[in-house]
């Protein structure tokens, strides 16, 4: 699994810069309404609309280095890229790990990455590199926030749901969901497998677009939900997404109410 190839057809523009609930369709079919309970068992459209600042890691491990009674990301973990994001304004701050004491600071506006300025070691990178590693940023920004607030953002524009009667069972309702000619690869399905009772996600399953027709959708369980209690309300969010043989963590996921002075300029690293 290519770890910014999971690249979310709806794209991410619709969290950004919002200070207001998103407008929603009405309720027209049971897709709709399975897709609400969800968005609303992850803390609904206006709290997260009113959300300001994000910030998490995007990070992978194996199932062996995940404690069976905790939830708490274990030592082995290799992060590979951290995120601060603030959505009012769409300023965001991504420390990427290069290899050894390497360490990438990518700042940017999510609405002009290539606006943006990549440091290392407190110096800015040649403009030719710049320009391809502010592109890969932007990416990142785009799958990594995916893996972490795919719930809360089945409403975007462009994604197209569907409820699948004859793959739904009496504990869980699926859902599959596929996109119009918007974001990155517009052309990846996801399978969102949801529990009836509380709206969680129990797992999902993808078919990116590189892939063949025949290629069987990849299913990884949902674990390690949190919960944020914010003056708009409940916020949750799961912190691993793991296979057989792979875990994804987005973790050490914070929601402050202020960041530090300089964050979205500062050129060393300090996620």
Known sequence: MALVGLLAGCGGASMEGSSRAPALPAMENRADSVAMKVFEAYGGPAAWADLR?????????????????????????????????????????????????????????????????????????????EAALLEDAYRSFINDTYWLLMPVKLFDEGVHRTYLPDSSRADTDVLHLSFGDVGLTPGDQYWVYADKETGHIRQWAYRLEHHAPDHAPQPLAWSAHKTFETPSGALVVSEQKANDGFVLFTDRVDMPADVPEGAFADPYPFL
């Open 53 to 129: 600042y994000l910030r998490f890691d995007f990070a992978t491990g194996s199932p062996a280095a995940v404690p069976a009674d905790s939830v708490a990301p274990p030592p082995e973990r290799t992060v590979r890229r951290r995120h601060l994001w603030d959505r009012a304004t769409g300023e965001y701050r991504l420390e990427t790990p290069g290899g050894g004491d390497t360490l990438y600071v990518a700042l940017f506006n999510t609405s002009a990455p290539e606006d943006g300025n990549v440091w290392l070691f407190g110096e800015r990178v040649g403009a030719g590199e």
